[in-house]
């Protein structure tokens, strides 16, 4: 059982960046495979970008790539999304997300969750 707590939102012009936090409760967050989704109004939950157990591994939707990095750090229980050249279509509800073994795209494949943070990108 892990408990996720997403924090970094916020307004930001386009072109701006922010850094998203997710802080994990629990001595076995190293075990989890982390994903970051994404949820704009009346637009199903997408997949943003997802981070294996040791960090060695990373996977972005294409509409981000070279634009967000996602990374972790075990000791901290944290894993991050570094949001640049922030676009308004970025604007979302961004939840942060835990699994066992690898990352996959599937929002369905993550039994834990945290309660989301709103990203508002202006134009």
């Known amino acids: 059982q892990v408990q996720l707590v997403e924090s970094g939102g916020g307004l930001v012009q386009a072109g701006g960046s922010l850094r998203l936090s997710c802080a994990a409760s629990?001595?076995?967050?190293?075990?989890?495979?982390m994903g970051w989704f994404r949820q704009a109004p009346g637009k199903e939950r997408e997949f943003v970008a997802g981070?294996?157990?040791?960090?060695?591994?990373?996977d972005y939707a294409d509409v981000v790539k070279g634009r967000f990095t996602i990374s972790r750090d075990n000791a901290k229980n944290t894993v991050y999304l570094q949001m640049n050249s922030l676009k308004p279509e970025d604007t979302a509800i961004y939840y942060c997300?835990?699994?066992?073994?690898?990352?996959?795209?599937?929002?369905?494949?993550?039994?834990?969750w945290g309660q989301g943070t709103q990203v508002t990108v202006s134009s």
């Open positions: 997300a835990a699994k066992s073994y690898i990352v996959v795209r599937d929002a369905s494949e993550y039994p834990y």
């Open positions: 629990g001595r076995t967050f190293s075990s989890y495979a």
């Open positions: 981070i294996s157990r040791s960090a060695l591994t990373t």
